[in-house]
């Protein structure tokens, strides 16, 4: 099992719905959890992080954690176009000090007009 | 402006031309990172450093070389690039180590795409 897993997508949601992004993962000492956003062509860049369970809200993004199920999602409420883009979980890894992410290999999302 | 930058943006060349992407960050950060990015494959570590003269490998470090003498600046080297290593490649840094495996934000380079014939 790959240690973070996404649905690639695309995933089509209309202007100004909810869009739900997924992530799961295998390690269950994993505390911390980022969303990064990739538009095409360009670097990731951080959307949100989450360390405890539950819900965490930054304007119309909302990350979940549930440590148990072992699965971290991603919300955005009333899509717009602009959010069209590929959204990466990330699990970060403490190897000797240092912070290795790993990556999922994203969530392609389609905001339609 | 806060930034980590890679040079070159566009590079095409053929199999066995050494070649070498710089990275510098002027976050005075311990951390930097290389990865690359394939289609369905998403992005996978090559080398990291936690300071100056600390590097070691990721997951993909074949063919790869990295140096880190300066704080901010990591460069990598492809001694010997094969058309496997096309591709498209980022530079990362954050601060160094983080409190009770909370992680540490990443800051992403622009990217390099690297065509090799």
């Known amino acids: 099992q790959k240690e973070v897993e996404q649905n690639s997508g695309p995933l089509s949601v209309p202007e100004g719905a909810i869009a739900s992004l997924n992530c799961t993962y295998s390690?269950?000492?994993?505390?911390?959890f980022f969303w990064y956003r990739q538009y095409s062509g360009k670097s990731p860049e951080l959307i949100m992080s989450?360390?405890?369970?539950g819900d965490k809200e930054d304007g119309r993004f909302t990350a979940q954690l549930n440590k148990a199920s072992q699965y971290v999602s991603l919300l955005i409420r009333d899509s717009q176009p602009s959010d069209s883009a590929t959204y990466l979980c990330?699990?970060?890894?403490?190897?000797?000090?240092?912070?290795?992410?790993?990556f999922g290999t994203g969530t392609q999302l389609k905001v339609e007009l | 402006e806060a930034q980590v930058t890679q040079n070159p943006r566009y590079l095409i060349t053929v199999t066995g031309k050494k070649l070498t992407v710089t990275c510098s960050q002027n976050?005075?950060?311990?951390?930097m990172s290389w990865y690359r990015q394939d289609p369905g494959l998403g992005l996978r570590q090559i080398y990291y450093?936690?300071?100056?003269?600390?590097?070691d490998k990721g997951d993909v470090p074949e063919g790869y070389k990295v140096s880190r003498k300066e704080k901010r600046n990591f460069p990598l080297i492809l001694e010997s690039p094969s058309p496997n290593q096309t591709s498209l490649y980022f530079c990362?840094?954050?601060?160094?180590?983080?409190?009770?495996?909370?992680?540490?934000?990443?800051?992403f380079g622009p990217g390099t795409r690297l065509l090799v014939l």
């Open positions: 990330a699990l970060p890894h403490i190897t000797g000090g240092g912070n290795k992410l790993t």
């Open positions: 989450i360390y405890s369970n």
């Open positions: 990362a840094s954050s601060r160094g180590r983080s409190s009770q495996g909370a992680g540490e934000t990443q800051y």
């Open positions: 450093s936690m300071n100056v003269e600390v590097t």
């Open positions: 390690d269950r000492g994993s505390q911390s």
């Open positions: 976050m005075n950060h311990e951390y």
